[in-house]
Structure formats: C-alpha cells, structure tokens
C-alpha cells in the first residue's frame, strides 16, 4: 500500500505560485504596494513614505550590484539610527548580500577585526563615526569600498573618508532595480558580532527566514497593532534593532529615528510625533525617570516599552506607569535575533497582591511565537530539570528563530547546538506554570563555600533599597570561602546611602552566606546598549 506521504506528494510540487522563500523584504514591497503616501520614516524635519523608503532602498540596492556586490558578499554599516541605516537593512539583502551593522561605541582593533573576520567589500559610514572608522580601515587587511553618509542632523566634526558620497552612490542606482528574494531563506542575512570581552568576537550568522519569523513575532509579543508610531532609541546595530527595523514595516508603522538617547530628544519625539512603542535597555527607562523636569512633556498618550536584560524593579516599573509607559519585559541574545522570550502577562494576575505581582514580572516568561522549543536543562545529562521554581538549569532554545552559527568558527558552533539545543550559556528554573526565571549567566555563578549563589538574587535585594538606580554583583576570591559576592550600586540623583547600610539591608532580605560582604557605591561600566560590564567589576572586585 501506498504510504500517506506519497499519496499527497504526487503532483503537488512546489511551484512558483504556491512556493516562496521567506524574507522580510516583502514587508517593506507590501507596505509601499499598500500604502504607498504613508509616512515611513521621520528624522529631524525630514518626512519620508512608504513609496520612497522602498525605491531608495532599491536604488541602493542597484548600485551595490552595479559594483559587483551579490550572494554572500558582506556589507558594513558604521551608522547610528538614521534612515540610511534602515534603509540598508532592505538595499543589502535585496542583492543576496550580508549586512553587518557595527557597533558605534567599539574600539578601532575591534572594528578591524570585525571588518577582516567579515570580509567586508564595502562600507557606508556616518560622518561621525569616520575618524573612528579611519582608524579602524588602518589596521585592517581588507580594503572595502567606502561610502560617507552626511546626515543633516548632525553638526559636529568628522572628515568624509569614502570614495563617495551616500547620495551620490543613490543616484547611480534604480529605483525599479528588479529584487529577488534569496535563492534559499537559509540564506544569511546579517552578520552581528558579539560583545568579545573575553577574546576575540564570535560573528552570529542570521537567516531571512529567521528575520521573516522574528519580526512577525515581534507584532504579537509588542502588540504593535497596525500604523504604530516607533521611536527608535535601541541601536539598529544591536542584533539588527531587535528585527523592528523589518517588523515596523509589516505592520505599515512610523519609523522615528534618533540619532542620540537623550531625556530631552526621546521626551520631544515622544509627544510630539504621538509614539506608541519603542525599545530599549533598562538604562533607558533610568533616563527617561531620571530627566530633568525641563527635558520632561506631557504624553497624551500611553507609550509601550519594550525591555530586555534583568527584569525592571517594581519600584521602577511602578515609576514607568505614573510616567505614561507600559513595560513588557523580554529575554533574548544575539543568536536568537534578540529577543525570543516575553512575559507574557495573564490578566487575572492583576488582582494579585503587590508582592505576587512582583514575583510574576521577575520571570522571563515564555517562548515567542515563533520560537518552536524552550527549555531549562541539566546540560550534562540534556534532560529538563523538574519545573519546580528551584532546581536551577541552562536555559536552551531551539527553532527557526536561532541562528546559522557562527562564522568560521565549527568549534563553538557545534559546542552552542550541542544535543540539538541552542545552548544559552544562561542559569535558570522552571515554574510549575512553564515560566521560565533566569538565575544568572553560567559564568556569573558565585560558588561560595560549596553553595550556589544567584548573582541576580542579590542584584534583585540591593535594587529593592530605594536609594539604589543600578545595581551589579560579582564573585570576589575568598581564601577561606573560595569566592564571596561583591556588590557595586549607581545611586539615585542626590540620594546618600553608605555601603555598611547597604550591606545590612542585603542581611535584612536574603541569607547571610548570600549577602555581600561589601557593597561599592560608583558609576557602573556599561556596553553602548546599555548592559552593565560585569568583566571589568571582577577585575575592581579583585583590587577590593
């Protein structure tokens, strides 16, 4: 007998009309197609639709491929958030191209590296970043084409360093430049680098069909809506801004760029282009809360922010409400297009006590729709730890939502898909609910007479102490205890708070083997997307 399977394969092939790659170019093809006169993109005084957002991509397009530019080539972009940067996240893949956004706060031998690893043919760059960027092109082996972007938003110095400028390179472009979708949505599509504070960058290889599925996942775990109004304050060269740079199109919104996270500029944008979503790190809600009330407007209407990294305090998510924001938290990494995880919040937990909320927001959640596997296993043994709230695991995903691997780099490739998981590198539970609560990251583990302790539980009790804006807890070597937690705080404006105080009420709210011995009051290192630099805490922890 004929089996189920060959009964309907006979005839039914994949053809053109009932077969196509995924790409998240037919977002932007749509949007213009549907609403050609709508305002696409907003940047200082400049107001640009849908119908012109999609021939200055394809111009773009054009005249890579009029430079040989094609399948697998890679494309730099040192740009902040700007139109041209959206601009190439549609222009470069329509040729089959990678982009790799660069990341504007790097320094120059990272940059080269990046540029060498990539094999980067061309590079566009903002006309601030140039300086850097010259340094950077000098240590390099690889000799890109270069493009000056000149922004009229910008002001101050730097020296074009290209062979052309951005505009003039348009010009040579087709704005019905004939784009196809990628030959196989396994295809690369972007090239985003890790942060390396431990060596060299690891380059995270990503797929249109990622991008495609990510952010469509976006719309539902933002619930965008249709026509959101999106203020970009997350970098677009942070895992490709989230994938919004494509999910905003999908659903036929506003981009408004900025080039800078200042109170004052997100506050004006903010009120006045009537913003309904945007992203950003927990540093960003501290200088939203944290603004002058000369920077501060009135918002008409309730903003929604997106967040990522360590849950927001209650305290702080309380402020955010007072102050017109909605907060959905969600988890992610770079190989997984960013986010990939949200909290996805039940209504009847609302009549919960304050407490129990609070408890229930701390948890990372659940997986984006898009995300086919999500788990906490014991990564010895690959099995699920028991979804008890206590038994603590490695948090790993699997599905269309994760990345290629890296690039040149099988070793860690095969050691990150171990089993048949992507292996996060994150410590969490499991709740009976199937909620999922990160604990720490495996290398931020402190191990302290034999007993595990949560860094993030710690971070957790010092940001409960009002006077407390930031919070980090990292591993001191201890001869008699092997190694001992050790807390650094930014504090909030004027607020006074000794370190002996603060360590009593760490004492107040957690064992006492879990409460740090000390507690530094200083500014605390962060990445230019705003995550607290635990590496070079180990290194002040160790002078201590």
């Not at 006169?37 to 009029?66: D, K, P, V």
């Not at 001992?484 to 404006?493: D, I, W, Y």
């Amino acid at each position: 007998m004929e089996g189920l399977d060959a009964l309907y394969d006979r005839h039914l092939d994949r053809n053109a009309a009932n077969y196509q790659q995924l790409t998240p170019i037919w977002f932007l093809a749509r949007a213009a197609g549907t609403f050609p006169a709508r305002t696409a993109i907003i940047h200082g005084s400049l107001r640009r639709n849908y119908a012109e957002f999609f021939a200055r991509s394809r111009r773009l397009a054009s005249a890579l491929a009029g430079r040989g530019i094609g399948r697998g080539d890679t494309v730099a972009v040192m740009l902040p958030n700007i139109p041209e940067m959206l601009e190439c996240h549609y222009g470069v893949p329509m040729t089959g191209a990678v982009l790799n956004a660069l990341n504007t706060r790097l320094d120059a031998r990272v940059l080269a590296f990046s540029l060498d690893h990539g094999e980067a043919k061309v590079l566009i760059v903002d006309r601030e970043s140039a300086p850097l960027m010259q340094e950077a092109l000098a240590l390099a082996t690889v000799k890109p084409f270069v493009i000056d972007v000149d922004d009229p938003e910008y002001a101050g110095p730097g020296e074009a360093i290209g062979e052309i400028g951005y505009e003039a390179f348009l010009a040579g472009g087709d704005p019905d430049f004939a784009w196809e979708a990628p030959l196989d949505e396994w295809d690369a599509i972007a090239l985003n680098y890790t942060s390396g504070t431990t060596g060299d960058p690891k380059g995270v290889v990503t797929h249109h069909r990622g991008a495609y599925l990510s952010a469509l996942a976006d719309v539902m775990a933002g619930d965008l809506g249709r026509g959101p109004i999106y203020l970009w304050t997350l970098p677009m060269f942070h895992c490709n801004g989230w994938s919004f740079p494509w999910t905003i199109s999908a659903v036929n919104g506003t981009h408004v760029c900025l080039r800078q996270v200042r109170a004052g500029a997100i506050f004006q944008a903010l009120a006045e282009h009537g913003v309904t979503h945007m992203c950003g790190a927990p540093i960003v809600m501290s200088t939203l809360l944290g603004a002058k009330p000369e920077d501060k407007r009135d918002l008409p209407q309730r903003v929604s922010f997106i967040t990522a990294a360590a849950p927001p305090p209650e305290s702080v998510l309380a402020a955010m409400g007072r102050a017109g924001f909605d907060v959905t938290h969600v988890y992610g990494l770079t190989e997984t297009y960013g986010p990939s995880v949200v909290n996805e919040w039940d209504q009847a937990w609302d009549a919960l006590p304050g407490d129990e909320q609070a408890a229930k927001k701390a948890r990372q959640g659940v997986r984006y729709i898009a995300l086919e596997g999500l788990d906490v296993f014991d990564p010895e043994t690959m099995e699920p730890v028991p979804a008890d709230g206590e038994t603590m695991g490695e948090v790993m995903m699997r599905g269309n939502m994760v990345m290629k691997g890296y690039l040149k780099n099988p070793k860690a490739t095969d050691a990150a898909f171990a089993g048949g998981w992507f292996h996060s590198g994150d410590l969490g539970v499991k709740h009976p609910d199937g909620f999922i609560q990160l604990k720490d990251r495996s290398k931020d583990i402190i191990i302290s007479g034999g007993e595990n302790i949560s860094s993030i539980e710690v971070e957790e009790a010092l940001y409960r102490h009002p006077a407390v804006a930031a919070a980090a807890v990292v591993a001191k070597p201890d001869e008699k205890w092997g190694e001992t937690p050790v807390g650094f705080v930014e504090l909030k404006g004027s607020e006074m708070v000794s370190s002996e105080e603060l360590v009593a009420w760490c004492r107040q709210h957690l064992a006492h083997f879990k409460a740090p011995k000390q507690v530094v009051v200083t500014e605390l290192p962060k990445t230019s997307t705003g995550k607290i630099q635990k590496f070079r805490l180990r290194e002040m922890a160790k002078a201590l």
